[in-house]
């Protein structure tokens, strides 16, 4: 009896055993299997060691605590699923970026380096003013990438703080408040995560990008002692440095102001995305990825990032599209502070072609006069005015009667642009029809009035006397 008793304990402690051990595997299956599915991909593009090594060992991504009201303004459903391939993504997501600039005063505790200085340096926190803002959409039943930008300066209805800037969402309440403010500007688009990336981890996530090869439009020259904030670039294709590029991308001293800042970050972006699968990017994920996890604050987690990363690496440039809130600047006068005014009419047009918020305004304008868009023709070859009239008579001809000639695009361009200004690229692409020559680009990059602005490269030269011809004959 005693034997047998002792043998029935041994059995069920060997059982409580094997049961704690299944437990302890269930609980860690989930992330083996992710680590698998990781190791899988990233062994296959020789990224392995890198990715493999950070993910192991790296801190959550997230670094404000949101209450649970406002973790509740994100759409909590899943947006990536793990298998033996890499993480990818399940549905179309929407992502809120926010680039912060965030000073001493701006925060309660700013770090003691930053104390008894005679000027204000930038600090590494998420509290302040969100001076970038941009809607990302990753579709992949469209496999496509769309951004939209936001100007600092909107006008928006912050809820609780009334009408204001809405850079200022996120020092009044944070991503939540932010993503809240953004969701009724656009007609209630869903909000799934946020981003919010310190204007101090731009410079170093570029440089650990190795820099970028950007065309700087102008020569930007700009002094504030306060900040120590220098800027001094030369006009031309250049390579600019982490340190070069936030400063292209901080300039905002001329004419169009924000709106112009906004255009030469998408140049950047657009820049940055071209170069970002160049073989030696792998060889420096690491130092990449650490300046992710220092720098930024986000709700996605490790997995969701992979999936984001995994969709754009294997995107067609062409189905990048980057957008601009539509709206105009305020009047000397018409409030107390310069603002950019939302266009509601067009805001609305725009989200439901590109991120499919319902609105009746699309469904009025599916019959598009020509009569109504405005082209603007910016050449970039050097060309007198005279040699455009009969490229202008020919759009004319064809029904594009509101056509006007602008400032020319500073950069040289071998291709044609078409940019659609205000996203209509169903538009941008019929015009491109009649010139039959160009490319279609979904940006803002051109002229802030135009619906359709036409950025003529080398290409119309070799053109140049088919338009001619055809405006001979016509007379």
Do not use: C
């Not at 060691?49 to 192991?56: G, Y």
């Not at 007198?384 to 004319?396: A, D, F, G, H, Q």
């Not at 209509?424 to 020559?437: H, K, Q, T, V």
């Amino acid at each position: 009896m005693t034997s047998q008793k002792a043998s029935s304990e041994d059995q069920q402690a060997a059982k409580k055993k094997l049961k704690r051990k299944k437990s302890r595997s269930s609980k860690s299956q989930r992330w083996v299997w992710f680590g698998i599915a990781m190791g899988s991909i990233a062994i296959a593009s020789g990224m392995s060691m890198a990715l493999l090594a950070w993910f192991w060992e790296s801190t959550p991504l997230q670094q404000a605590q949101l209450s649970k009201k406002e973790a509740e303004v994100f759409d909590s459903d899943p947006i990536s699923r793990v298998g033996f391939q890499f993480s990818e993504l399940t549905r179309p997501v929407n992502i809120l970026l926010m680039g912060m600039s965030v000073l001493p005063p701006d925060i309660q505790n700013p770090p003691s380096d930053s104390k008894n200085l005679r000027y204000l340096p930038q600090v590494n926190s998420f509290d302040g003013l969100s001076d970038v803002m941009l809607l990302i959409k990753f579709d992949p039943d469209t496999k496509k990438i769309v951004m939209l930008s936001i100007p600092r300066d909107t006008r928006a209805e912050i809820e609780g703080f009334g009408a204001k800037k809405i850079n200022a969402a996120n020092v009044d309440g944070g991503p939540a408040l932010t993503a809240k403010t953004v969701s009724n500007l656009l007609g209630g688009v869903a909000i799934d995560r946020y981003v919010r990336i310190n204007v101090l981890g731009v410079s170093k996530l570029i440089e650990a990008l190795g820099g970028v090869n950007v065309y700087v439009p102008k020569d930007m020259k700009y002094r504030d002692d306060s900040q120590h904030l220098y800027i001094n670039l030369k006009a031309g294709q250049q390579h600019l440095n982490g340190e070069q590029a936030l400063q292209l991308l901080r300039y905002r001293h001329d004419e169009l102001g924000d709106i112009g800042r906004i255009q030469r970050q998408q140049m950047v972006i657009r820049a940055l995305i071209e170069q970002t699968l160049n073989p030696n990017t792998l060889t420096r994920l690491t130092e990449i990825l650490n300046v992710v996890k220092e720098n930024v604050d986000t709700n996605l987690s490790v997995e969701e990032l992979a999936a984001l990363l995994g969709f754009g690496s294997k995107i067609n440039r062409s189905n990048m599209q980057m957008l601009m809130l539509p709206g105009r600047f305020s009047e000397n006068g018409e409030f107390k502070a310069s603002y950019w005014i939302p266009k509601e009419r067009d805001i609305a047009k725009l989200m439901s072609l590109h991120f499919g918020v319902q609105s009746n305004v699309l469904e009025e304008e599916k019959i598009q006069n020509l009569s109504n868009l405005k082209v603007a023709i910016q050449d970039s070859t050097g060309s007198e005015r005279s040699k455009m009239r009969p490229l202008i008579r020919s759009l004319e001809k064809a029904g594009y009667t509101n056509i006007f000639i602008s400032k020319p695009w500073g950069q040289p361009l071998d291709v044609t642009h078409i940019v659609a200004q205000q996203g209509d690229a169903d538009s941008a692409e019929s015009l491109r029809n009649i010139l039959g020559f160009g490319e279609v680009r979904v940006e803002s990059t051109g002229n802030i009035a135009s619906d359709i602005s036409i950025q003529l490269g080398k290409d119309w030269l070799e053109n140049q006397a088919m338009f001619e011809n055809s405006s001979s004959d016509s007379r």
